[in-house]
């Protein structure tokens, strides 16, 4: 059990001198006598971990004395300095782990994530395109270490994969970042399964070239049919807008020649569903797709104008 001692001298000094900087705060502003410091103490080496004092404080009601000076001193990297404030010594008995032993507090092989804060549980990239990542669910559930990952994979800042230019579905691929994991014997392979990592768009997606007013609803898609992301992110269309949009207006007047480019675009892309086997043929049913600017101003509320040449063919 934990010894509550009696008020430290250093405690009381402490106290003194916070009494000055402290003085005339309003009642519901924090108070630094009670409590001991605002701000969280972060470590960040070796590796990040959070140490608030309010929780210990004020929440669960510890006596200043009852850490300071005995288990730290109230001079914050004392702890770390020592170079002995591990994992370790904690599982033995040492600094956080006097309490966080799994009978006054939880003990430290577990709820790692409680102390080495992650930040934001899930980090979410929405840079190309939308993906999160969970660390509770890979440190506790999977039982992971952070070296696993961190010890090459990744380094412990939020962006910085995405700064290297290089965090990409093909890196994972050649065993890279998520990869080095997920290429389907460690764990699922990241060419499969995307919707675990990625979200489907909830708005309606509108194609606008080459031709204005092609309507793609994801919803339909995905919740209705029930079509896994891979039926059209791997080989049809990317998971970005703009997949279409490069390919060439047809210019000819050659109907022959015209009517090819039209199978061609639509074959290759809808059409590799819409092609009355799986889904309605694209050659029959052309204003389901092409809503035209009257089916723009129903699907806006009637109230937006669409301009342009893509109306009803
Ligand atoms: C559960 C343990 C615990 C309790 C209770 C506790 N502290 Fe601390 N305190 C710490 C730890 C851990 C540090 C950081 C020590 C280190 O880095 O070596 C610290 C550091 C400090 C520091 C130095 C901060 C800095 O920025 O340098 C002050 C001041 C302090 N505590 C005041 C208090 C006061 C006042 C109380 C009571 C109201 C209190 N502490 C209660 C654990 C505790
Ligand atoms: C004097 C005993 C004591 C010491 C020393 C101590 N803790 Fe705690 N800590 C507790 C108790 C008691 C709780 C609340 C009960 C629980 O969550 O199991 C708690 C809760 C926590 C929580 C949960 C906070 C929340 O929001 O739920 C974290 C995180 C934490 N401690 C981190 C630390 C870290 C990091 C250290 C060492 C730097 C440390 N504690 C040292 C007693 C202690
Ligand atoms: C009660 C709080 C607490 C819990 C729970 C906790 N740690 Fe720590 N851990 C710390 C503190 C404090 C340090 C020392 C400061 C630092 O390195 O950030 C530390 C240091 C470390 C280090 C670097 C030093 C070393 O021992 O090698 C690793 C790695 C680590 N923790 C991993 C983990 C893992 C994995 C878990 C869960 C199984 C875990 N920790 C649970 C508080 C905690
Ligand atoms: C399965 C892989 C994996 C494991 C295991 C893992 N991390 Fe991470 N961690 C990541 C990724 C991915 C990022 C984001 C890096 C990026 O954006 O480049 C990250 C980022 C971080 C950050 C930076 C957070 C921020 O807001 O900047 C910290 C701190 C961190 N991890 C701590 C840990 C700790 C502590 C452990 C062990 C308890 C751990 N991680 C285990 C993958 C992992
Ligand atoms: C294990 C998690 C995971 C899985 C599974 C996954 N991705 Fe990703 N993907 C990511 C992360 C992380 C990024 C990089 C950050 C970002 O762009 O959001 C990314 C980036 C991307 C990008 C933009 C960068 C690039 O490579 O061009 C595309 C497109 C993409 N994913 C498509 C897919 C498709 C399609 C699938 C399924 C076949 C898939 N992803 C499966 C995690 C995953
Ligand atoms: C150190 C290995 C490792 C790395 C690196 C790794 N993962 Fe995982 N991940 C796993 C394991 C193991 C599982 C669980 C086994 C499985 O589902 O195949 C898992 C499961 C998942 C799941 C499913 C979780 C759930 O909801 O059940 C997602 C999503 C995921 N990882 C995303 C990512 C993303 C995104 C990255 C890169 C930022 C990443 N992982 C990097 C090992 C890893
Ligand atoms: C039936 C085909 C189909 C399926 C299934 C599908 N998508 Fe898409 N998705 C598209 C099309 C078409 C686009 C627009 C591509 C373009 O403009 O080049 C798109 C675009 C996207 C975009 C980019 C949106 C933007 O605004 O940039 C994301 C993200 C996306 N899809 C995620 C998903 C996810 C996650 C799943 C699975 C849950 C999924 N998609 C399933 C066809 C599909
Ligand atoms: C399953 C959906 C779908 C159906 C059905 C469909 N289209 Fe399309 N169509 C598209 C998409 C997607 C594009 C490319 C995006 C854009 O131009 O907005 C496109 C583009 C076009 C273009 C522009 C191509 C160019 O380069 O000139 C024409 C013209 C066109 N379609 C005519 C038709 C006609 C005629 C029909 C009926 C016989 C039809 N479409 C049926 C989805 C469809
Ligand atoms: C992976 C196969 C697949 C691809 C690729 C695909 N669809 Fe579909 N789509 C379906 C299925 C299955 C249905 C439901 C059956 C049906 O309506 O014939 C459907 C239904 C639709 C509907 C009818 C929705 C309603 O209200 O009934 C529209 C509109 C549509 N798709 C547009 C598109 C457009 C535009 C594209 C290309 C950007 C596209 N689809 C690509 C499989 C696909």
């Known amino acids: 059990m934990i010894k509550y001692s009696v008020l430290t001298v250093s405690c009381a ?4 001198s916070l ?5 005339g705060l309003a009642g519901d502003e924090y108070d630094v006598r009670a409590l001991g410091p605002k701000n969280s103490i972060v470590w960040q080496t070796p590796i990040k971990a959070v140490f608030d004092h309010k929780v210990h404080t004020g ?23 020592s170079r002995k404030f591990t994992m370790k010594a904690m599982s033995e008995g040492q ?8 009978d006054d507090a939880f003990a430290t092989d577990t709820n790692c994530m409680a102390c080495h804060s992650a930040g934001e549980d899930p980090i979410v990239w929405n840079e190309p395109v939308k993906a999160s990542f969970s660390h509770s669910k890979h440190v506790e559930e999977m039982e992971l270490s952070c070296g696993d990952c961190h010890s090459g994979a990744f380094s412990m800042k939020v962006g910085s994969s995405s700064k290297n230019g290089d965090f990409t579905m093909a890196s994972f691929k050649e065993g890279k970042y998520c990869g080095s994991c997920h290429n389907g014997d460690d764990a699922f392979d990241s060419s499969t399964q995307c919707e675990s990592c990625h979200f489907p768009p909830t708005e309606k997606i509108v194609f606008s070239s080459p031709v204005k007013s092609v309507v793609f609803d994801h919803n339909i898609h995905v919740k209705k049919e029930e079509l896994p992301c891979e039926s059209c992110h791997k080989d049809v269309f990317i998971m970005k807008q703009g997949t279409v949009a490069d390919n060439e207006l047809s210019v000819s007047e050659d ?25 309605f043929g694209y050659l029959t049913r052309c204003t389901v797709c092409h ?3 009257k089916g723009f101003d129903q699907m806006n509320g009637g109230g937006k104008k669409e301009s342009g040449h893509g109306s009803g063919h």
Do not use: W
Not at 59 to 77: L, N, P, Y
Not at 95 to 102: D, K, Q, T
């Open 13 to 16: 000094a402490l106290t003194a």
């Open 255 to 279: 109907p022959d020649v015209k009517r090819k480019h039209l199978v061609d675009l639509h074959s290759k892309y809808c059409g590799t569903c819409h092609d009355s086997s799986q889904a």
């Open 95 to 102: 600094f956080c782990g006097v309490c966080h032993n799994g």
């Open 59 to 81: 929440d669960v009601g510890i006596e200043c004395s009852t850490c300071h000076d005995d288990i730290f001193s109230m001079q914050r990297g004392t702890a770390v300095n």
């Open 291 to 293: 809503i035209g600017v």
């Open 19 to 23: 009494l000055l900087a402290g003085n």
